[in-house]
């Protein structure tokens, strides 16, 4: 069975904070995708990143950067220096399984970025 | 391009009503997707056809019927609706891959009420 879980419902951070998103996943498979989208308030689903389990390099795109160890199971997404804009749901999502279409995503955590 | 496209917006519907939800994707996507989103509940999976001419069943089946028109189309019906099926349902498609599940772009979304 897969499962994502993001225990962080909702964060508050003041603008120029850095803020880091929690993602856990769990799957058997040795071969697994992950993902992080931005939902924001408009409500579309906006694909940030893509990561497969053979790939534990940390990855940056400008202000965002993703931490992956698989020894924790974890897919964290931390963003610096915290804008408005960055205010919106941010989910994390697993796929595993060959010839498997499913994505599992987790409930989402919501931040809001104070001016 | 337009990337992935969803009519209506918005629908209420009473009770034991019946619609279809288009959705039509001009990125020569193989498969397409229907979620659904619940408060706190993140997406969950309807329905799914990972190629022109095959549709499957997914996380939340119950109440639903899809059809891949072509390569670009993949519509959900909605037989006889009930309010339990009030949510907000989006539709994406993805690049084709056995062993890679590439990322999926969703649409803008269609908020479906059932009194």
């Known amino acids: 069975a897969q499962k994502v879980t993001q225990a962080q419902t909702e964060i508050s951070v003041v603008e120029k904070e850095d803020v880091t998103l929690d993602c856990v996943y769990e799957?058997?498979?040795?071969?697994?995708?992950l993902f992080w989208y931005k939902q924001p308030p408009s409500g579309e689903l906006v694909f940030l990143i893509r990561r497969n389990s053979f790939d534990e390099q940390n990855e940056i795109s400008g202000r965002y950067s993703w931490n992956f160890q698989k020894s924790t199971s974890s897919f964290n997404f931390t963003i610096t220096a915290s804008q408005v804009v960055d205010s919106a749901v941010y989910f994390c999502?697993?796929?595993?399984?060959?010839?498997?279409?499913?994505?599992?995503f987790g409930k989402g955590t919501k931040l809001s970025v104070i001016p | 391009n337009a990337g992935v496209t969803q009519t209506p917006k918005f629908q209420v519907l009473k009770t034991g009503q019946s619609m279809t939800l288009q959705c039509a994707q001009d990125?020569?996507?193989?498969?397409m997707y229907w979620y659904r989103q619940d408060p706190g509940m993140g997406l969950r999976l309807i329905y799914y056809s990972a190629s022109e001419g095959t549709t499957d069943k997914g996380e939340v089946p119950n109440g639903y019927n899809v059809s891949r028109l072509n390569k670009r189309e993949f519509s959900l019906r909605l037989e006889s609706a009930a309010p339990s099926q009030t949510s907000v349902y989006f539709c994406?498609?993805?690049?084709?891959?056995?062993?890679?599940?590439?990322?999926?772009?969703f649409g803008p979304g269609t908020r479906l009420t059932v009194t």
């Open positions: 799957t058997r498979d040795t071969t697994y995708y």
């Open positions: 999502a697993l796929h595993s399984g060959a010839g498997s279409y499913q994505l599992t």
């Open positions: 990125m020569n996507h193989n498969s």
């Open positions: 994406a498609s993805s690049e084709f891959g056995q062993l890679i599940l590439y990322e999926q772009y």
